[in-house]
């Protein structure tokens, strides 16, 4: 019986696609097989050689042979051959011909450097030079010099001997140049070159030939002021890695912020300002009144106090006191003393050289009416008020004084003697109540000072700008590894935070109070101080909506797990499984830093750039990861003790390979923060919470639940608490931020963290191995492990230069074959098979 129409046809399709893919190539394994590499490298290299001998003897022998090119195609090949000159023959004369003549000139010698240096990098894997930025710069080199031999052909009239060296690309575009602006032509040759060195080498400024003293030059790009260095400076590049100096521009240090200038402070308004309550000295003796000795209204004087030489804050160390770390001097590998002559020390930013870092025009500036607005009425009346409050309740004082911050104004009273700090504390109802305020907060006593104070929230109260605070000369000049700008002091100092001294820390804040925008600050401050070279950021958003402005940077600073599509970490499975990644990166890092006998990440960054690591043994530059969690309550409802255990096992050993956390929650309860969590969280910070018991939760004391909100917050560390007002930074600013960064050129993707299969993964998963199915690179990777007896995924990826899943899966069939041993942890696997000879006959057997 016949078959339908529609039945053969479909028989006919599937043979020829059979036929097809019989013959197809597979071309991703033959541009990763080895063998490839070698044979096009070797192509490459003999192509360079033919084409300088061709090019050479062309020179020499060119116009000789014109006559034979001239015949070719008419005269017989056996002719033409022994009548060439060229060392090449026929065919070598031709291409020099073609190059030479018709196209570039003797700029055409260029050509062969080029693909010299791309055979020597696939053949031998040297890298003499940057293969894409040396082809650029020769294929402008060789139009530049054939435009100006041209040029000269041109204007000596010797365009009969002189075409052999301008070219015919050359010669033409001169005559044209010639027709429309006559000899000016070398002006334009000129501009070209100077344009080409501006932009291919990032010139931005001319050489001074003035003998002035140094200067100083304010750079928009840093948002800050540049001073020349001296001749007599060490300029040595370690240190700018071992001091954790602001980062580098294109291997030159990023110029220092500028001090803001601040008008002269006025009485009336001056945030620096402090207002001395008190009697003056030659006022006579206080007539009594109400039976307390004190006049109804004491006299008001204002004196402003020097705020520029700053006190650092409580937990913040000073720049000047930061000392220059000495590397750990113990064991290790020898330095590489050829690759330091070499290359000199190692430079992580040379990832990513042509990074620039985020202007400060992305953020928006904002007009200083916005200052807080505090008259000398409102002063006079909230100190009559307070006074008179006191004396009610019959508690004298001998003096007052306020200082004006941006959120509240502190008045700071001394008691008289004999009075009782706890029955002024007592009184923080009454007060507030007098005052018509928000909510006060009384500090008694305050740490250092011998005074009360009372936080009383200012009528008009002032927006702190990021503006203001990044372009800053305390954040510009910090010496800390991870500076973030927190926010204004009461006495109106910006207060500059390391997180890698905190080294962790937990947020808390009801819903609306600047907790997301806290993050987005904190986010912002390291951005713009770290080269995505030297910072990777872990997002956990189960919000879902306030990080997702940060995925434009997942190819500079986000970091995720392998098989993960979204950088920012949204699904509570996967938020478990990251977190137990960064467990195993963690303990990775203690390896590194075991094997390479140092104590913290900064000694171990400090050998490496020194090139005393060596990176075939697995050592490679560890940059700073910070996990920002931006809701832990949401989390610990969902997953509990699976996000609880390794949130707590990172916050107490991960300071030392510089994993950091920032935990944030809008519910800071006993069942969210639990006791395993505070306890390795030394740094906190709160925005105002709903009541004193989420306030002791979060600082162990309350104040809190008076904060005035609005990015009014109270930061502890170290016991010292300290009242702040959080920088504002818009929706807008991150955007262009982001879409700053973002478009740029970064890295081929994420930073990727080590892939964590699960707890109920790996039972049976030998048996799902098909070794009928193996990777093309099945037999390489096993030799390679024989050779090495070194069972790792790492090694792998490295020689072979492959992915890290496709690498794993191979770890896999090795182990499935008997090669390898069985996932021991951190370890590397066993290798069960020693003599490469019987490595030959397992494959054998295989095949």
């Known amino acids: 019986m016949a078959q339908p129409t529609n039945r053969q046809n479909s028989i006919r399709n599937e043979r020829a696609k059979a036929r097809a893919s019989a013959v197809s190539i597979n071309w991703t394994a033959w541009q990763t097989d080895r063998r490839s590499q070698l044979a096009f490298g070797g192509l490459l290299l003999f192509l360079a050689v033919g084409l300088t001998v061709a090019f050479v003897s062309y020179l020499l022998t060119g116009p000789a042979d014109q006559s ?184 030159v240090p990023r110029p220092e912020q500028p001090p803001v200038e601040t008008a002269p402070i006025e009485p009336v308004n001056g945030h620096a300002a402090t207002l001395d309550l008190s009697p003056k000295p030659e006022t006579p003796r206080i007539e009594k009144a109400n039976g307390n000795g004190l006049p109804s209204k004491l006299p008001l004087t204002l004196t402003i106090e020097d705020t520029s030489a700053v006190v650092p804050e409580a937990g913040e160390e000073t720049e000047t006191a930061a000392p220059v770390a000495e590397p750990y001097a113990g064991p290790t590998d020898e330095v590489d003393e050829d690759a330091l002559k070499l290359h000199g020390l190692y430079d992580p930013t040379l990832d990513l050289p042509k990074y620039l870092f985020p202007t400060i025009e992305l953020l928006t500036e904002y ?17 009559d008020r307070i006074v008179e409050t006191l004396q009610n309740y019959g508690i004298t004082i001998d003096s007052i004084k306020a200082t004006i911050g941006p959120t509240v104004t502190l008045y700071e009273i001394v008691p008289s003697a004999g009075v009782r700090i706890s029955k002024i504390k007592s009184l923080e109802d009454d007060i507030a109540l007098n005052l018509s305020a928000l909510g006060i907060r009384i500090i008694a006593p305050m740490p250092g000072k011998g005074t009360i104070g009372i936080e009383v929230p200012n009528k008009n109260r002032e927006m702190v700008a990021m503006r203001s605070v990044i372009t800053s000369e305390k954040f510009a000049k910090s010496n800390f590894e991870l500076p973030v700008v927190l926010g204004k002091t009461i006495s109106n100092e910006i207060y500059v935070a390391d997180l890698a001294k905190m080294p962790h820390l937990l947020m808390a804040g009801a819903t609306g109070q600047g907790k997301s925008v806290g ?36 190819r500079h600073f986000l970091a995720k797990l392998p098989d993960s599509d979204e950088p920012i970490i949204t699904d509570t499975k996967k938020v478990v499984n990251t977190l137990n990644s960064l467990c195993i990166e963690m303990d990775n890092r203690y390896n590194l830093l075991k094997d390479a006998q140092c104590r913290n990440l900064k000694e171990y960054n400090a050998k490496f750039i020194q090139r005393r690591l060596n990176p075939e043994k697995g050592h490679r530059f560890l940059p700073y990861i910070v996990l920002i969690i931006d809701e832990l309550a949401d989390l610990m409802m969902t997953a509990g003790k699976e996000v609880e255990q390794p949130i707590a096992r990172m916050a107490q050993l991960a300071r030392a390979i510089g994993i950091h956390l920032v935990v944030a929650t ?96 790996g039972n049976g998963e030998e048996k799902e191995i098909d070794l009928e199915n193996r990777d093309p690179m099945f037999d390489d990777a096993a030799r390679l492990v024989v050779v090495h007896q070194q069972g790792s995924t790492s090694l792998i990826q490295r020689r072979l230069k492959l992915g890290y899943n496709r690498a794993g899966r191979l770890i896999d069939q090795l182990e499935a074959a008997g090669i390898v041993g069985p996932f021991e942890g951190s370890k590397a696997r066993e290798v069960l098979v020693q003599d490469p000879q019987v490595l030959e006959e397992m494959l054998k057997s295989l095949n």
Not at 108 to 137: S, Y
Not at 367 to 383: D, I, M, T, Y
Not at 696 to 715: H, K, N, P, S, Y
Request: contains cysteine; charged residues 20%; hydrophobic residues 45%.
């Open 367 to 383: 007009p200083e009416n916005q200052k807080a607005q505090v008259s000398a009425e409102e002063l006079e009346a909230n100190k």
């Open 519 to 554: 993050l987005n600050v904190l986010l912002t401050s390291l951005i713009y101080r770290k080269h995505p070279s030297q910072l990777k950021l872990v997002l956990v958003d189960p919000k879902k909506v306030e990080l997702t402005l940060f995925n434009k940077l997942e």
């Open 68 to 251: 034979v090119l001239d015949t070719v195609t008419t005269t017989p090949l056996r002719e033409s051959g022994a009548e060439t000159r060229n060392w090449l023959g026929v065919l070598g004369a031709f291409v020099a011909h073609i190059f030479i003549f018709r196209w570039f000139g003797i700029a055409a010698l260029g050509l062969p450097i080029i693909l010299f240096l791309a055979g020597i990098k696939l053949a031998f894997g040297w890298e003499l030079l940057p293969l894409a930025r040396t082809t650029k710069a020769v294929l402008f080199y060789m139009a530049w010099v054939s435009m100006l031999t041209g040029y000269i052909v041109l204007a000596t009239e010797s365009v009969g001997r002189g075409s052999v060296w301008c070219g015919g690309l050359g010669y033409e575009f001169n005559a044209i140049l010639y027709s429309l602006i006559g000899w000016g032509g070398i002006a334009v040759i000129g501009f070209a070159l100077f344009l080409f060195l501006v932009y291919f080498y990032s010139i931005t400024s001319l050489p001074s030939f003035s003998m002035t003293p140094r200067s100083r030059s304010y750079d928009p790009q840093a948002g800050g002021v540049a001073e020349e260095p001296d001749d007599e400076e060490d300029d040595d590049d370690i240190e700018d890695f071992i001091d954790v100096k602001p980062p580098t521009v294109n291997g």
């Open 666 to 761: 809008q519910r800071p309860s006993v069942n969210v923060i639990t006791g395993l969590i505070k306890a390795n969280f030394p740094a906190r910070l709160s925005f105002k919470v709903t009541s004193k018991i989420d306030s002791r939760t979060i600082l162990d004391t309350g104040g809190a639940e008076q904060l005035v909100g609005m990015g009014d917050m109270l930061f502890s560390s170290n016991s010292d608490i300290v009242r702040l007002q959080c920088p504002f930074v818009d929706t807008n600013e991150i955007e262009e931020l982001c879409d700053f960064v973002g478009g740029q050129r970064g890295y081929d993707s994420a930073y990727v963290l080590p892939e964590f299969a699960g707890d109920d993964a």
